[in-house]
């Protein structure tokens, strides 16, 4: 009876098994923040793509406005055609004076940078030697002399022989040339200039001692001088001589100095195949001086039609030059006009001044943009406003700023 009552009492009071709360309370709440992100993600989301797809409708319905460009037509002129090159100047008359002779400076009868004019004594070399030397031989010159007019009149009157006479003859010349060849010494130490020119900066000073061939002073004649040059033998076709030519040099970058073209040489360079040239140009004022750098144009006879532009409105690139036109097109909605820019490759040619020819690629009255191209794109919208455009010369002068 016990027993039974045990076993009731033990089975009536087995707990039954369930989750604990506070694991159900944790589920809850983790199941409420996942949900809560998923629902800010999506949120987010959808606040993206409605401002993608706003953005991409405004990009659609957004013109560009257009851009301001400067115009300039394709002109027509006649163009003298011009060879060019770079070359030097040298003197007409040019010479490195130089000491025939050794000995010491005992004058200097010029001022360096001066004029000097032809047989002007420019130093004097110390000759009291060939002085002394001199005043003997002409002595026994004037005894050889005396003795030889003696022996003519002993000759005459037959007292003396043929042979006598002739002797004496020949010691007068012996002494005479003993005297002329003192009188050459001294006459080259006595240094003059050969020509009418401009001395340059002496090397040389009162007492010093000068050895053969030192150089003493450079004298230039300047009135008139030679720019000297050369061409590519496929030009030599199209040179002769007295074609008109103008210089230019970066001493003066606003002068030109006219001249003729005067020597053609006679060959070819075999190494460049170029073919040397000169030009005489007139330099009364003595601007231009031998050794000047400068750049040449031999004008040709002939004219021909050329079409230019200036030469800001060329875009130069490796792959080919270009150009933006400005042409009409009509808008089909609309139906007005509007200015549009194409972009056209052309050849260029020689350039003038601001402008450069255009030999293929645009015909007369074209316009096209003048300044800026770099920054342009081919079907772009444009306005033109030329009021700010520089003014293209063909002549153009620089001024200070």
Same mark, same amino acid.
């Given at each position: 009876?016990?027993?039974?009552?045990?076993?009731?009492?033990?089975?009536?009071?087995?707990?039954?098994?369930?989750?604990?709360?506070?694991?159900?309370?944790?589920?809850?709440?983790?199941?409420?923040?996942?949900?809560?992100?998923?629902?800010?993600?999506?949120?987010?989301?959808?606040?993206?793509?409605?401002?993608?797809?706003?953005?991409?409708?405004?990009?659609?319905?957004?013109?560009?406005?257009?851009?301001?460009?400067?115009?300039?037509?394709?002109?027509?002129?006649?163009?003298?055609?011009?060879?060019?090159?770079?070359?030097?100047?040298?003197?007409?008359?040019?010479?490195?004076?130089?000491?025939?002779? =050794?000995?010491?400076?005992?004058?200097?009868?010029?001022?360096?940078?001066?004029?000097?004019?032809?047989?002007?004594?420019? #130093?004097?070399?110390?000759?009291?030697?060939?002085?002394?030397?001199?005043?003997?031989?002409?002595?026994?010159?004037?005894?050889?002399?005396?003795?030889?007019?003696?022996?003519?009149?002993?000759?005459?009157?037959?007292?003396?022989?043929?042979?006598?006479?002739?002797?004496?003859?020949?010691?007068?010349?012996?002494?005479?040339?003993?005297?002329?060849?003192?009188?050459?010494?001294?006459?080259?130490?006595?240094?003059?200039?050969?020509?009418?020119?401009?001395?340059?900066?002496?090397?040389?000073?009162?007492?010093?001692?000068?050895?053969?061939?030192?150089?003493?002073?450079?004298?230039?004649?300047?009135?008139?001088?030679?720019?000297? *040059?050369?061409?590519?033998?496929?030009?030599?076709?199209?040179?002769?001589?007295?074609?008109?030519?103008?210089?230019?040099?970066?001493?003066? =970058?606003?002068?030109?100095?006219?001249?003729?073209?005067?020597?053609?040489?006679?060959?070819?360079?075999?190494?460049?195949?170029?073919?040397?040239?000169?030009?005489?140009?007139?330099?009364?004022?003595?601007?231009?001086?031998?050794?000047? *750098?400068?750049?040449? /144009?031999?004008?040709?006879?002939?004219?021909?039609?050329?079409?230019?532009?200036?030469?800001?409105?060329?875009?130069?690139? =490796?792959?080919?030059?270009?150009?933006? #036109?400005?042409?009409?097109?009509?808008?089909?909605?609309?139906?007005?006009?509007?200015?549009?820019?194409?972009?056209?490759?052309?050849?260029?040619?020689?350039?003038?001044?601001? *402008?450069?020819?255009?030999?293929?690629?645009?015909?007369?009255?074209?316009?096209?943009?003048?300044?800026?191209?770099?920054?342009?794109?081919?079907?772009?919208?444009?306005?033109?406003?030329?009021? #700010?455009?520089?003014?293209?010369?063909?002549?153009? /002068?620089?001024?200070?700023?």
């Amino acid at each position: 009876m016990n027993t039974n009552l045990l076993s009731h009492s033990s089975r009536s009071s087995a707990p039954v098994t369930s989750a604990p709360p506070q694991k159900r309370r944790t589920r809850s709440a983790v199941f409420k923040v996942v949900a809560g992100l998923v629902a800010v993600f999506l949120l987010i989301a959808g606040i993206k793509v409605w401002q993608i797809m706003t953005l991409v409708s405004a990009g659609k319905k957004m013109v560009m406005p257009p851009t301001t460009v400067t115009s300039s037509p394709v002109q027509k002129g006649d163009w003298q055609p011009t060879l060019t090159a770079v070359g030097s100047i040298n003197p007409v008359q040019g010479a490195m004076i130089s000491a025939e002779l =050794p000995g010491t400076v005992s004058e200097i009868n010029f001022q360096s940078g001066t004029l000097v004019k032809k047989g002007d004594i420019l #130093l004097k070399l110390d000759a009291s030697a060939e002085q002394a030397q001199l005043r003997a031989a002409e002595a026994e010159d004037e005894l050889a002399k005396a003795d030889l007019e003696r022996a003519r009149d002993l000759a005459a009157r037959k007292v003396i022989s043929s042979a006598e006479l002739d002797a004496a003859s020949a010691k007068y010349g012996q002494k005479k040339a003993v005297v002329e060849n003192i009188q050459s010494v001294i006459a080259k130490k006595e240094i003059r200039a050969p020509f009418d020119g401009a001395a340059g900066i002496r090397t040389v000073n009162p007492g010093e001692m000068v050895p053969v061939g030192r150089a003493l002073v450079t004298l230039q004649a300047l009135d008139r001088v030679f720019f000297d *040059f050369a061409l590519p033998q496929q030009q030599l076709s199209e040179v002769k001589p007295d074609l008109s030519v103008k210089v230019m040099t970066d001493v003066f =970058p606003d002068r030109e100095f006219d001249g003729k073209l005067t020597a053609i040489n006679s060959a070819v360079d075999p190494v460049t195949r170029n073919v040397a040239l000169q030009a005489t140009l007139d330099n009364a004022d003595h601007t231009l001086r031998p050794g000047m *750098f400068g750049r040449v /144009k031999v004008l040709l006879p002939t004219t021909k039609p050329t079409l230019f532009i200036p030469a800001t409105a060329v875009s130069y690139a =490796p792959y080919g030059n270009s150009v933006f #036109l400005i042409e009409k097109k009509q808008d089909d909605k609309t139906g007005k006009d509007s200015l549009v820019l194409r972009q056209q490759f052309i050849r260029t040619g020689e350039t003038r001044g601001d *402008f450069v020819a255009v030999t293929e690629g645009l015909k007369e009255g074209d316009s096209v943009v003048g300044i800026g191209v770099f920054k342009l794109r081919n079907g772009m919208d444009v306005v033109v406003d030329n009021t #700010l455009q520089p003014k293209a010369e063909m002549n153009p /002068k620089p001024t200070d700023a």
